[in-house]
Nanobody
Framework: QVQLVESGGGLVQTGDSLRLSCAAS????????MGWFRQAPGKEREFVAT????????YYADSVKGRFTISRDNAKNTVYLQMNSLKPEDTAVYYC?????????????????WGQGTQVTVSS
């Protein structure tokens, strides 16, 4: 079992930056790929970014490519999402998740463990 707790969300203005953190506990965090997803009101949960167990491979949704960066610190059992140049359309609840496997995945159905989410609101 893996427990995930997100933090770092908040209310910001267009163009601002935020860094989300996801602290993991339980089974060996460093063995697993991690991902960030988001869900806006009235919309389905969507993929944002994913990173391999080693941090050597990462993939991004086209909508965030070049603005967001996913990273991880296995010594701290934490994965991060640095969000720059935020836009109102980035407003959503952001969730971190773990696949329970090594390879990064874009499909949310591949993820076994989920955090409770953190709200990000970007005002125009």
């Amino acid at each position: 079992q893996v427990q995930l707790v997100e933090s770092g969300g908040g209310l910001v203005q267009t163009g601002d930056s935020l860094r989300l953190s996801c602290a993991a506990s339980g089974r060996t965090f460093s063995n697993y790929a991690m991902g960030w997803f988001r869900q806006a009101p009235g919309k389905e949960r969507e993929f944002v970014a994913t990173i391999s167990w080693s941090g050597g491979t990462a993939y991004y949704a086209d909508s965030v490519k070049g603005r967001f960066t996913i990273s991880r610190d296995n010594a701290k059992n934490t994965v991060y999402l640095q969000m720059n140049s935020l836009k109102p359309e980035d407003t959503a609840v952001y969730y971190c998740a773990s696949t329970g496997r090594a390879g990064p995945k874009l499909d949310l159905m591949e993820y076994k463990y989920w955090g409770q989410g953190t709200q990000v609101t970007v005002s125009s």
